[in-house]
Structures are given as structure tokens and as C-alpha cells.
């Protein structure tokens, strides 16, 4: 999900409109309103994010794909993956198969499953 739908779900889920929650973030509702339409991307300060995701309750996996797509709003590669060059490496392979007309679906998941290899950290994998 991108990360402007996953904002304005999770206001919605909480009950909030957009003017409240803009109001009890700090954040001007006019801004507010162009990250819901994808006008503008999420925010880069992971302080700010953090705030966001507290507020929303989000913990674990939920919290790290709230990072992860406010990374990808901005057009960036999330800074853990980015950090690690044993991925970094990969990308231009990744990259390439994605752009492969005959990657299937079956392909995509077998070249993702073989990234998660290449990242783990467990020999077995």
C-alpha cells in the first residue's frame, strides 16, 4: 500500500478528521491533506515518523512498513536496506528482472525468496 492510502486509513480507522489528527500531530492540514493525496511524500525525519506511528499505534512489522512506504513515497531505498551492501549489490539484478517482460509471478517470488537468502544471516536459508 502506498504510503499516502496507508495515512489516511489509519486516520480513518482511528476515528479522526483529517483537521484533528493534523491538529494533534502538529502538522498544518493543509499539508497534511497533500501527504493523503499523494501530492507531497511522507516525511524524511524518522523522529517525525516515530510520532506518527506511535500515534497510530503501530508496532512491529505495521511500524516498519509504515517507514518502509514512507521511504518509497519519497522515492527512496528504505536506509536499513540501503545500508546493507550485500543488498545493494543485488539491486541491479533485481532491477533487471523486474524489468524481464516474462517475469511471472511464480519468477518474482522465487527472486525475492533467493534476495531473503542472500540477506540472511542463517546459513540454512
Known sequence: MRFNELLKELRIKHRKTLRECAGDLGVDPSNWSKIERGVNPGPKDVVILKEWADYFGLHGEAEADFYDAAAVSRKEIPSDIASDDRIMS???????????????????????EDLRKLHSRDPKA
Open 90 to 112: 543485488a539491486l541491479p539484478a533485481f532491477f533487471r528482472s523486474l524489468r524481464d517482460s516474462d517475469m511471472s509471478d511464480e519468477k518474482l517470488r522465487q527472486f525475492v
